[in-house]
C-alpha cells in the first residue's frame, strides 16, 4: 500500500484506573515483582518463544527490561523503575513493588486524586526528612576504617538475588572480591575532589565461583597462537608505551571530496606501508616496548616491531581504550608520523596469564585505579546475574562512599518507618495538614494506605507461607516459619529480626503485621553498641532506598492522577 | 448522490466534534485539572496537560476538527498558550449559536419548506452571522477592551517605565500559570524553579531580548535526566553540551576557545577537483604537507592560549591527536542550534584555519570561565562558563524526573512559560472603530427609516425575546442554567408569535443581513448625505460621554497618561496607556490603541467575568440583533469560570462567586478574587480573536464533501514523485 496512507485516530479512554483490563495488568505485574522479591524470591525464566536466549533472574533490572509491556500505564511504572535501577542498581523491586501497592491501596479508597496526592506527598516528605535526621531508629553510619559493615552491604546484596546460585562460601568469597576491587579503584592519595578508577569484570564461564579473582590493571584476551609469538621481556624498569587509536592497517586515509587519479604503477599501498614502517622505526628508537592498537595492526608492520623486540598487541576495541589510556598515562596517538614524546606511558610490567581455558595479557600498572574482576560461575544465566549483582554492589559502595549511611535491612526498615508513620500521624495531624485543605479523616485513610503498602513491601518477603510478626518496641521484622507450632512462646520461635540488630531475648511483644494494633512509638536513636556487637547485619543502601521511595510515590501520583489515556494507534 | 459523499458543515456538527473535545480538555484546566497519558506510534509514553499537545495526540479525523486543531496550533504558534481554552470557549459560542438554530428550526418546522431549501438558508444564515462575529472581532471587541476592561488591569511591573519585574509578582503570575500545565505536586516546584532561572538569567539591564533567546533555544538550555526524583531539578550557571569531550585536558587559569565548523585537517583533494598522483613519494609528500599543515595549526591555536576547541563537525584523529599534544580539549559534533547558541552568547565568530597561520594573532577567541566535564547520572557533558556579552547570562536547567515523559512536560511547560513571558512583555495593539459611542443606535434608527422596509417588526419581536436575557442573568441570584431555561421559556413564547405571522419565517434569515449591512450603509449613506449630517453628528459628538472633539478630516491625537493607578502587592506601579485618535471620515472613528505590557489580571475567570458584564452592558446599547451576536459571545465567555470552580462548593462555588463580582461591578468596588495568582490579558486577547477567527470559519463553511481518492492513484502519483 502506499506510504501516504492517513493516520488512523488515536483511541481515547477515560479514567483508565477504573477499567478492569487495566486492573488485572497492574495486578499481573505485581505478583511477577513481589514474587522475585528478597532472598527466598523466585526466579523467573525469560525466554522468546522462537528460542535463543535464556534469561534466569530475579533482578528487577534484568527482568523488566526483558519485559514487553504494552498498556500505556505499564509503561509509565516500568520505565520509571528501570530509570531509578539504572540510576542506583538497587532497590527497583522495592520500587516496583511498593508503587503498585500505592496504586492498588488509594484506588480502593475512592478520595479524590487532589488530596490523595497531595497527602502522598506529605506523607513522602515525612520519610524522607526522617531517614535523613539524626534521630532516625533505622539507619547506621558507615565506617570505612573497617570492612565489617562494608561486607556486610555487599553480602545483603549477594544474597537477595537468589538467581546467583551461590552457596554461602561463595558469597563469602564474591563479596571480599568486590570489596576489595572497590578499595583498589580509589586512588591512593586522593585530595580534596576523588575520581573513582573502574573495576572491570572478565568473563570466565563455565569455572567454579570460587576461582573468581581480582588483579590490579587490565587483563587483554588473547589466543594462545598470538600469546606464542609474544616474546618474553625482561626489563627492570617500567615499560614505554604507545596507544594508537588510529588504524595501523595500511588503508588509505580519506582522501577528501576531490577524485584522485593515479599514474600506471604507483601504487599506493605500498606508499602507506612504506609510512607504516617508518613509523615502527620511529617507535623502536623511541625505545617503546609496548604497541597498543584500539584498531588493526599491518602484519608487516607486527613483524618489523617483534623483530626490534617490541610487543605489538592490535584489536583492543574501544571499550578498554579509555580504562588504558587512564592505566598508561598516555595520550591516544592517531598520527602515522611525528609522534610527540609526551605522548608515551608505561606500565610496571607485562605477563600472561592463563585462567580456565582463557589466556590474557596482563598489564601491571605503576599505581592506577584500574582493575579486573575475573568472574567464574557455572552457566551463562548464572554468571549473566553474577555480573549484574556485582556491578550492582561496586555501584552501592560507590554510592554509600559519597553518602557512609546504611539503612537496616530484611524489612525492619519498612516496618519501623510504618510504625513511624501511623504514629505521627495519630498523635500530630496538625502539623502535617498545617494550611491544607484536607481533612483528618482523609489524612487517617491517606496514611493507612501508606503504611499498609510500606508492610506489603516486606510481606512479599515471604514466599513459604510464614508469617510476619512485628515487635512493638522497635517496630523491626520477625518471620516465623509456616509450620510452626501456634500456641508457643514467641522468643522460642523468633531467634532473629529481618536484619539481624536485635534477638527474642530481649523482653519484647509482638503482633501479627498485618494485624490492627494501636499506633506505638518506635524507639528512635540507634545505639552504637548495639550496632557494634552484632556482626552479621543485613544493610540496604540509603541513597538507592531513598530514591527509590521518592521514585514509586512520585509515580504511584502520576498514575492516579491520569484522567485520560490517548493511545497513538498508528 | 451529493448527500452520500457530503455532510452539512452546520453548527450541529461541529458542536458534536468540540463537545467531545471539550470533555477531554476540560479534565486538564485549571489547578483540579488532571494528567492525561498519551503514547506515540513509536511506543515513547508522554504525558501532558498541555491542551495543543493533546489534540495533537488524538489525530482526529472528523474534517471540522480538524480545522479547529490547525486553527488552535496557529494560534499556539503565536502565544504558546490558552488551547484548552480555546476549545471551551469556541464550544460554548457554539451552543449559544446551536440554541439559537434549535429555536428558530422550531419555527420553520410548522412551513414546508424542503429540507435542502432549509439547509441552504440556514448556511446563508450561518454566513451572516459570521460576518456579524468578524465586524464585532475588528471593531468593537478591541474597543470594550480598551475603554472598559483596562482600568481593571494591573501590571506585573513594579516600574512601568524601565519594565522591571520584582519577584513576588513574577511568581504569582508564574504559579498561576504552572497549575494548568503540570502535575499539582509539582507546580509550585517548577514554578520556583522557573523564578530562579529568570533572576539567574537576567539582569536588570535585560529587556525582551532575552525572552527571546531562551524561547528560541530553550532545547540547548535544558537538560534531561531521567531516573531522579522531580525534586532533584535544579538549575547551573553556565551551558551544558549535551556531548562528552573527544579530548580533554584539564586547564588552569585563562581558558581561551574556539569555534571551527570545517575539519582543521587540510583536506587531500578539494571537491569537485581531480589530483593526479605521478608517484608514491607525491603521496607521502602530501600526506606528510597535511601532517605538518595540521600539527602547525594546532601548535598555532596553543600559542595563542587557546584551550578548548568546539567544533560543528567530526575532527580527524590527527587533528585530535594533535589537540591533545598540544593540551587543547576539543568537543566534536556539535549541532547548529548549539553553535548558533553559543554564538548568540559570546558573539563569537567562527575560526577559519587555512587563515589561522597567515594571522599572527588569532582575532575570534572568547575566554571562558571554565570548562570542565559534568557528570548528571552516569552521563558526560561538557559544562562551559560562557562569558556573555549580551544581556543574558548563561544558565541551564537540569530537569530530573522518574521517566521520559514526565520531563518532557515539564519542558514544555517551562517553554511555554518563557513564550507567555515574551508576550506579555510586549504591548498588543487595539485596533477599532468606534461610532462615537451611543449615536450607533440613532445612526441605525436612521437606516431603518431610510430604507423604508419593514424590518422594524422582526426586529422588536427579537428584542422583545433577547432583552430580559441580560436582565434576567443579573437578576437572577443562583444559577446560569435557570436562566437559559428562561430563554427557552421566552422563546418558547416567540414561537407562538411566529405562528400567528405567516410571513415572518421569510424575513427572519434576512434579520442577520440587515444588522452586518447595516454599518456599510451607514457609511454610504452618511457619506451621500454628507452635509446634511454634519451637523448632527457634531452634535452627537459633543454630547457623547468621552468628549473627543473631531472636526472634518482633521487628525487629533491626544494622549491619556498615565490613566489609571494601579496596585501590586503593596507596590504602586502606574499604567501608561496612550490613545491615539485618528479620525477617518465623519460617521465612524478608527481608533488604535494598546494593551500596555505587561498587564495582568488575577486568576480564576476574572478577564472572562469582566468581559461578560461590559459585553452584556455594551448589547444592550446595541442593535437588537447585533445584541443577539454580543450576548453569545459575553454569555459563553463564563464557560471558563464555570470549569474552574467546578469542584467548588457552597460560598466559593460559581454562581456564588459571580453574583459577588458582578455586584462589585455595579458598585464600582474592587472585585476579590479567591486565588492568588495573576495571568497575562495579553494573551487572554489575542485568544478570544483567534477563537472568533475560528468560528467565522466554522460558520462560513456550508458543505463538507469527502473526496475517495483510489490508491492505486496515489500509489502511482507517489512513484512518480520518487523517480
Redesign the interface.
Known amino acids: 500500500m502506499s506510504r501516504l496512507d492517513a493516520k488512523k485516530p488515536s483511541l481515547c479512554k477515560s479514567e483508565p484506573l477504573t477499567s478492569e483490563r487495566v486492573r488485572t495488568t497492574l495486578s499481573v505485574l505485581k505478583r511477577i515483582v513481589t514474587s522475585c522479591y528478597g532472598p527466598s524470591g523466585r526466579l523467573k525464566q525469560l525466554h522468546n518463544g522462537s528460542g535463543g536466549y535464556v534469561c534466569t533472574t530475579s533482578q528487577s533490572s534484568a527482568l523488566l527490561s526483558h519485559l514487553s509491556v504494552t498498556h500505556p500505564i505499564l509503561k509509565i511504572l516500568t520505565a520509571s523503575v528501570q530509570n531509578h535501577v539504572s540510576s542506583f542498581s538497587d532497590c527497583g523491586l522495592f520500587t516496583a513493588i511498593l508503587c503498585c501497592n500505592l496504586i492498588e491501596n488509594v484506588q480502593r479508597l475512592g478520595l479524590t486524586p487532589t488530596s490523595v496526592i497531595r497527602l502522598n506527598t506529605h506523607l513522602l516528605s515525612l520519610c524522607i526528612s526522617y531517614l535523613k535526621s539524626e534521630t532516625c531508629g533505622c539507619r547506621i553510619p558507615v565506617d570505612f576504617s573497617s570492612t565489617q559493615i562494608l561486607l556486610c552491604l555487599v553480602r545483603s546484596i549477594l544474597t537477595s538475588k537468589p538467581a546467583c546460585t551461590l552457596t554461602r562460601a561463595e558469597t563469602e568469597h564474591i563479596s571480599a572480591l568486590i570489596l576489595r576491587a572497590f578499595l583498589l579503584t580509589i586512588p591512593e592519595n586522593a585530595e580534596g575532589h576523588i575520581i573513582l578508577g573502574k573495576c572491570l569484570i572478565v568473563p570466565l564461564k563455565g569455572q567454579r565461583v570460587i576461582d573468581s579473582t581480582v588483579l590490579p590493571g587490565i587483563l587483554i584476551e588473547m589466543s594462545d597462537v598470538q600469546l606464542m609469538r609474544l616474546l618474553p621481556i625482561k626489563k627492570s624498569a617500567a615499560l614505554k608505551v604507545a596507544l594508537f587509536c588510529t588504524t595501523l592497517s595500511g588503508d588509505i586515509s580519506d582522501t577528501g571530496e576531490g577524485t584522485v587519479v593515479l599514474s600506471y604503477g604507483v601504487s599506493l599501498e605500498n606508499a602507506v606501508l612504506d609510512q607504516l614502517l617508518n613509523l615502527g622505526r620511529q617507535l623502536v628508537s623511541d625505545h617503546v616496548d609496548l604497541v597498543l592498537c584500539q584498531k588493526v595492526i599491518h602484519p608487516s608492520l607486527k613483524q618489523f616491531l617483534n623483530m626490534h623486540r617490541v610487543i605489538a598487541i592490535d584489536r583492543i576495541g574501544v571499550t578498554l581504550m579509555e580504562p588504558l589510556t587512564k592505566m598508561t598515562g598516555t595520550q591516544p596517538i592517531g598520527s602515522l608520523g611525528s609522534i610527540s614524546p609526551n605522548s608515551y606511558g608505561s606500565v610496571k610490567d607485562v605477563c600472561t596469564a592463563k585462567f580456565g581455558s582463557k589466556h590474557f595479557v596482563h598489564l601491571i600498572p605503576n599505581e592506577a585505579t584500574i582493575c579486573s574482576l575475573l568472574l567464574c560461575n557455572r552457566n551463562d544465566a548464572a554468571w549473566d546475574e553474577l555480573k549484574l549483582t556485582c556491578q550492582a554492589a561496586l555501584h552501592v559502595l560507590q554510592l554509600t562512599l559519597k553518602e557512609p549511611w546504611a539503612l537496616l535491612g530484611g524489612g525492619c526498615t519498612e516496618t519501623h518507618l510504618a510504625a513511624y508513620i501511623r504514629h505521627k500521624t495519630h498523635n500530630n495531624p496538625e502539623s502535617i495538614l498545617k494550611d491544607d485543605e484536607c481533612t483528618q479523616t482523609e489524612l487517617q485513610l491517606i496514611a493507612e494506605a501508606f503504611c499498609s503498602a510500606l508492610e506489603s513491601v516486606v510481606g512479599s518477603l515471604e514466599h513459604d507461607g510464614g508469617e510476619i510478626l512485628t515487635d512493638m518496641k522497635y517496630g523491626h521484622l520477625w518471620s516465623v516459619q509456616a509450620d510452626s507450632p501456634c500456641l508457643v512462646n514467641w522468643p522460642d520461635l523468633l531467634s532473629q529480626c529481618g536484619c539481624g540488630l536485635y534477638n527474642s531475648r530481649e523482653e519484647l511483644s509482638w503482633s501479627f503485621l498485618r494485624s490492627t494494633h494501636h499506633p506505638f512509638v518506635p524507639q528512635t536513636c540507634l545505639s552504637h553498641e548495639a550496632v557494634g556487637s552484632v556482626s552479621n547485619l543485613t544493610l540496604d543502601c540509603l541513597t538507592a532506598k531513598l530514591s527509590g521511595l521518592q521514585v514509586a510515590v512520585e509515580t504511584a501520583n502520576l498514575i492516579l492522577d491520569l484522567s485520560y489515556v490517548i493511545e497513538d494507534t498508528n | 448522490m451529493l448527500s452520500s459523499m457530503a455532510a452539512a458543515g452546520s453548527v450541529t456538527a461541529a458542536l458534536q466534534v468540540t463537545e467531545v473535545l471539550e470533555?477531554?480538555v476540560s479534565?486538564?484546566v485549571g489547578p483540579?485539572g488532571?494528567?492525561?497519558?498519551?503514547?506515540?506510534?513509536t511506543?515513547e509514553?508522554l504525558?501532558s496537560r498541555n491542551g495543543g499537545r493533546?489534540l495533537e495526540?488524538?489525530?482526529?479525523?472528523h474534517p471540522i476538527a480538524r480545522m479547529i486543531v490547525d486553527c488552535v496550533s496557529s494560534h499556539l504558534k503565536k502565544t504558546g498558550d490558552g488551547a484548552k481554552t480555546f476549545i471551551i470557549y469556541l464550544c460554548h459560542l457554539l451552543r449559544g449559536l446551536h440554541s439559537i438554530t434549535e429555536k428558530e428550526k422550531d419555527s420553520l418546522m410548522c412551513e414546508n419548506i424542503q429540507t435542502y431549501g432549509r439547509h441552504w438558508k440556514n448556511c446563508c444564515q450561518w454566513k451572516f452571522i459570521s460576518q456579524a462575529l468578524l465586524t464585532f472581532q475588528t471593531q468593537v471587541l478591541d474597543g470594550i477592551m480598551d475603554q472598559y476592561l483596562s482600568r481593571h488591569f494591573l501590571s506585573i511591573f513594579s516600574s512601568a517605565k524601565e519594565k522591571t519585574l520584582c519577584r513576588s509578582s513574577l511568581e504569582l503570575l508564574l504559579e498561576a500559570y504552572f497549575c494548568g500545565r503540570v502535575?499539582?505536586?509539582n507546580h509550585k516546584f517548577i514554578s520556583q524553579l522557573m523564578c530562579d532561572y529568570f533572576f539567574k538569567c537576567t539582569t536588570c539591564k535585560s529587556g525582551t531580548d532575552v525572552f527571546e533567546l531562551v524561547d528560541d533555544c530553550f532545547v540547548e538550555l535544558n537538560v534531561g535526566v531521567?531516573?531522579?526524583?522531580?525534586?532533584d531539578s535544579r538549575i547551573i550557571a553556565g551551558l551544558v553540551l549535551q556531548k562528552d569531550f573527544s579530548r580533554y585536558c584539564p586547564a588552569d587559569g585563562d581558558i581561551r576557545m574556539v569555534i571551527v565548523t570545517e575539519t582543521i585537517q587540510p583536506?587531500?583533494?578539494?571537491?569537485?577537483?581531480?589530483?593526479?598522483?605521478?608517484?608514491?613519494?607525491q603521496?607521502?609528500t602530501s600526506?606528510?604537507w597535511i601532517?605538518?599543515k595540521t600539527?602547525a595549526i594546532m601548535k598555532h591555536l596553543c600559542s595563542q592560549n587557546v584551550t578548548l576547541l568546539l567544533s560543528s563537525v567530526r575532527q580527524?584523529?590527527?587533528?585530535?591527536?594533535?589537540a591533545?599534544?598540544n593540551g587543547i580539549s576539543v568537543v566534536e559534533c556539535l549541532s547548529s542550534e548549539e553553535i548558533s547558541l553559543i554564538q548568540r552568547i559570546i558573539g563569537l565568530s567562527p575560526f577559519v584555519p587555512l587563515h589561522a597561520l597567515s594571522q599572527c594573532e588569532i582575532s575570534n577567541t572568547a575566554l571562558v570561565k571554565f570548562c570542565k566535564p559534568l557528570i548528571l547520572?552516569?552521563r558526560r557533558y561538557v559544562h562551559l562558563g560562557l562569558i556573555s556579552t549580551c544581556t543574558f547570562i548563561p544558565h541551564c536547567i537540569v530537569l530530573c524526573?522518574?521517566?521520559?515523559?514526565?520531563i518532557k512536560q515539564h519542558e514544555d511547560a517551562l517553554h511555554g512559560a518563557f513564550k507567555m513571558l515574551r508576550q506579555l512583555f510586549k504591548d498588543l495593539d487595539l485596533n477599532y472603530v468606534t461610532q462615537a459611542n451611543d449615536q450607533s443606535d440613532t445612526a441605525s434608527l436612521f437606516i431603518c427609516k431610510n430604507s423604508g422596509e419593514s424590518y422594524k417588526v422582526p426586529d422588536a419581536r427579537n428584542g422583545s425575546i433577547q432583552k430580559p436575557y441580560p436582565d434576567t442573568v443579573i437578576e437572577n441570584k443562583d444559577e446560569l442554567e435557570k436562566t437559559q431555561t428562561y430563554l427557552k421559556a421566552y422563546s418558547n413564547l416567540a414561537i407562538s408569535d411566529v405562528e400567528l405571522e405567516t410571513y415572518i419565517p421569510y424575513s427572519i434569515p434576512k434579520l442577520t443581513p440587515a444588522d452586518t449591512f447595516q454599518t456599510d450603509e451607514t457609511l454610504r449613506c452618511l457619506s451621500l448625505e454628507k452635509n446634511r449630517l454634519i451637523g448632527d453628528y457634531e452634535a452627537l459628538l459633543k454630547s457623547s460621554s468621552t468628549a473627543y472633539s473631531t472636526r472634518g478630516n482633521n487628525r487629533i491625537e491626544i494622549c491619556y497618561e498615565n490613566l489609571q493607578v494601579t496596585n501590586i502587592t503593596g507596590k504602586g506601579g502606574l499604567l501608561p496607556v496612550s490613545f491615539k485618535l485618528q479620525n477617518m471620515g465623519t460617521s465612524q472613528s478608527y481608533l488604535s490603541s494598546s494593551v500596555p505590557a505587561g498587564c495582568v489580571l488575577p486568576v480564576g475567570g476574572n478577564f472572562e467575568i469582566l468581559l461578560h458584564y461590559y459585553l452584556l452592558n455594551y448589547a444592550k446599547k446595541c442593535h437588537q440583533s447585533e445584541e443577539t451576536v454580543v450576548s453569545i459571545i459575553a454569555n459563553a465567555l463564563l464557560g471558563i469560570p464555570k470549569v474552574l470552580y467546578k469542584?467548588k462548593t457552597g460560598k466559593d462555588s460559581f454562581p456564588h462567586m459571580y453574583i459577588r463580582a458582578v455586584h462589585a461591578l455595579q458598585t464600582n468596588e474592587p472585585i476579590v478574587s479567591s486565588q492568588a495568582g495573576l495571568e497575562s490579558v495579553t494573551g487572554k486577547c489575542q485568544l478570544l480573536t483567534s477563537v472568533l477567527q475560528c468560528l467565522t470559519k466554522i460558520l462560513t463553511i456550508d458543505l463538507v464533501i469527502t473526496v475517495k481518492r483510489h490508491?492505486q492513484k496515489?500509489?502511482s502519483q507517489?512513484s512518480e514523485d520518487e523517480l
Not at chain 2, 488532571?34 to 506510534?41: A, G, M, N
Open positions: 470533555a477531554i479534565c486538564c483540579e488532571r494528567q492525561v497519558l498519551c503514547t506515540k506510534p511506543g509514553v504525558l493533546l495526540a488524538l489525530h482526529l479525523e502535575g499539582r505536586n531521567t531516573g531522579l526524583p522531580v525534586s583536506l587531500f583533494s578539494a571537491s569537485g577537483s581531480e589530483f593526479i598522483l605521478n608517484s608514491e613519494a603521496f607521502q600526506q606528510f601532517m605538518e600539527k580527524p584523529d590527527l587533528v585530535i591527536y594533535y591533545g599534544v547520572r552516569s524526573g522518574p521517566v521520559q515523559g514526565l469542584s490508491p496515489v500509489h507517489d
